[in-house]
């Protein structure tokens, strides 16, 4: 899938795992600043945390940007991160009638 249609990644307690390991030493504080967000949703994340989305029954998200933010702050892509291969030119399809 295009990276340009994806808006949010359902997040998991496993991704939330792996973002810890590959956090490593480094404080949440400090790839939180790194990564262009707050050391709270560092924290969510990586604990499969988020109370707003838990109240609405849905499953809990991340932004694509804040994903984007993350993983170039470790010096992973998001594809290794997400153990998924993207589409990088979808073949354009022609118009509905």
Same mark, same amino acid.
Do not use: D, F
């Given at each position: ?14 991704? @939330?795992?792996r973002l810890k390991i590959l956090r490593g030493e480094e404080s949440m504080a400090s790839l939180? *600043? ?12 990586? $604990? @499969? ?5 838990? $109240? *609405? ?21 998001v594809e290794d991160f997400l153990q998924v291969q993207l589409v990088k030119n979808p073949k *354009? ?5």
């Open positions: 899938m295009s990276r340009t249609l994806i808006a949010s990644v359902w997040w998991t307690k496993e991704m @939330g795992e939180a *600043k790194r990564a262009g967000c707050s050391y709270q949703s560092i924290q969510h994340l990586e $604990r @499969g945390e988020y109370t707003v989305e838990e $109240r *609405k029954s849905l499953k809990p998200s991340v932004s694509w940007e804040k994903l984007e933010g993350i993983c170039k702050a470790l010096n992973i892509s *354009k399809l022609p118009p509905l009638t």
